[in-house]
């Protein structure tokens, strides 16, 4: 306990000695560490977003008016019997006019004069939406599907999904955490260089301290100690930064984002948030004894 709060006043007293090689450092960590937080924080929402997304792709496949009753109810049974088809649910044409009717304005309706334009369809749920495609394909190639649906010159234009859309989401998802991995490695090669400064101010303004302390016998993990206790203190200290930005931003922003997109799903729990904060003070102490050790390796020969 006493070499502990040695070091600790040691540490301290590096503060003053280098004062703005210390906030320096401190600054750097703590944006490395709340970019980490805000990048965890939007993975969380994205992925939220992206089983969202997912859970409502299905495949609407699209039915000729002139289509035989029996070829559409065996149309339906194939469909049913794939493997990866959780439902189907035949849509009449009158039954896609209401549908059309409720969700758009009534003066388009009133322009159609009686005539009901919406072609008859199937609306496919699937078990695993990651499949659509394969699915989509496979109904493509069927020789009645090719016979009764609404564009026999080219079938899969009588297929309609969401996949395309949910492939250009995670493309674009992955674009920016290739962006934002690239500039968290920045802000901690950058941390790492300031905490090795002051960690190497430290040890050339204690240089004098450190040959008496060497010629009275003092060990090599007391004579780092306190460098290591400074370190981890300026990554602790970033860290608490970075958590009181996150948890400010929990508390006031994303409920306030909530209420204006609904259409995003920003709700995580509170353990969720937990989980998070260890991470980032994990990871600032990884950097903080990092930079601490990469200096004394260099610049302390004990």
Do not use: W
Not at 145 to 156: A, G, H, L, S, Y
């Amino acid at each position: 306990m006493s070499s502990f709060i040695y070091f600790l006043r040691e540490s301290l007293r590096g503060f003053t000695r280098n004062l703005s090689t210390t906030l320096g450092s401190i600054v750097t960590i703590f944006l490395s560490l709340l970019i980490i937080g805000i990048f965890l924080i939007g993975g969380i929402i994205v992925d939220n977003v992206m089983s969202g997304v997912e859970n409502e792709v299905s495949i609407t496949a699209f039915i000729s008016d002139d289509a035989a009753e029996e070829d559409v109810t065996s149309l339906q049974s194939y469909l049913e019997s794939i493997p990866d088809v959780k439902t189907v649910t035949f849509v009449s044409k009158e039954q896609a006019l209401e549908n059309f009717r409720s969700t758009s304005n009534s003066d388009i309706i009133d322009t159609l004069d009686g005539q009901n334009p919406l072609p008859a369809s199937f609306e496919i749920e699937l078990s695993d939406p990651q499949l659509v495609t394969d699915v989509a394909n496979n109904i493509a190639g069927n020789e009645l599907f090719k016979k009764i649906c609404d564009d026999p010159e080219n079938p899969p234009e009588s297929l309609k999904y969401g996949q395309q859309t949910v492939e250009r989401l995670f493309t674009l998802v992955n674009y920016i955490r290739y962006i934002g991995i690239a500039l968290i490695a920045l802000l901690i090669f950058i941390a790492l260089v300031f905490i090795n400064n002051t960690i190497r101010l430290a040890i050339l303004a204690r240089r004098k301290e450190i040959a008496i302390m060497r010629l009275v016998g003092a060990s090599n993990n007391f004579i780092r100690g306190p460098f290591l206790m400074e370190g981890a203190l300026h990554a602790l200290i970033g860290a608490a930064l970075a958590i009181g930005v996150l948890e400010a931003l929990h508390m006031f922003v994303l409920p306030v984002l909530q209420q204006q997109l609904l259409f995003l799903n920003f709700n995580i729990g509170a353990a969720t948030f937990v989980y998070i904060y260890l991470i980032l003070t994990g990871s600032g102490l990884v950097i903080g004894l990092i930079g601490s050790a990469l200096a004394m390796r260099r610049y302390l020969k004990v």
